[in-house]
């Protein structure tokens, strides 16, 4: 088992800044890639941007690439996610989440999630 614990959301206004946190503990070793999804409000969860834990390579959706970054340090277990440029439409649940899988943007190859951080984006 993978536990997955979210951190850094919160409220900020349109053009901000925030930077997302997820702890990992358990069999961490299992897993080749992490990975970030959001669910807006009355929509359904989407993928966000996931990362290879060996190789740093990096995926993002198109909606967000050159405005989110995600990274990670091995040496504490933990995954990041610099959102920059923030829009309201931005606004969601942000879940970090564990895959077996390298860089798959697909939800269900991720079988450890997070409980979700609230990012709310004011105009």
């Known amino acids: 088992q993978v536990q997955l614990v979210e951190s850094g959301g919160g409220l900020v206004q349109a053009g901000g800044s925030l930077r997302l946190s997820c702890a990992a503990s358990?069999?961490?070793?299992?897993?080749?890639?992490m990975g970030w999804f959001r669910r807006p409000p009355g929509k359904e969860r989407e993928f966000v941007a996931t990362?290879?834990?060996?190789?740093?390579?990096?995926y993002y959706a198109a909606s967000i690439k050159g405005r989110f970054t995600i990274s990670k340090d091995a040496a504490v277990n933990t995954m990041y996610l610099q959102m920059n440029s923030l829009k309201p439409e931005d606004t969601a649940v942000y879940y970090c989440?564990?895959?077996?899988?390298?860089?798959?943007?697909?939800?269900?190859?991720?079988?450890?999630w997070g409980q979700g951080t609230q990012v709310t984006v004011s105009s």
């Open positions: 990362i290879n834990l060996r190789t740093g390579s990096t």
């Open positions: 989440a564990a895959s077996p899988v390298r860089l798959s943007s697909i939800e269900r190859e991720y079988p450890y």
């Open positions: 358990g069999r961490t070793f299992s897993s080749s890639a």
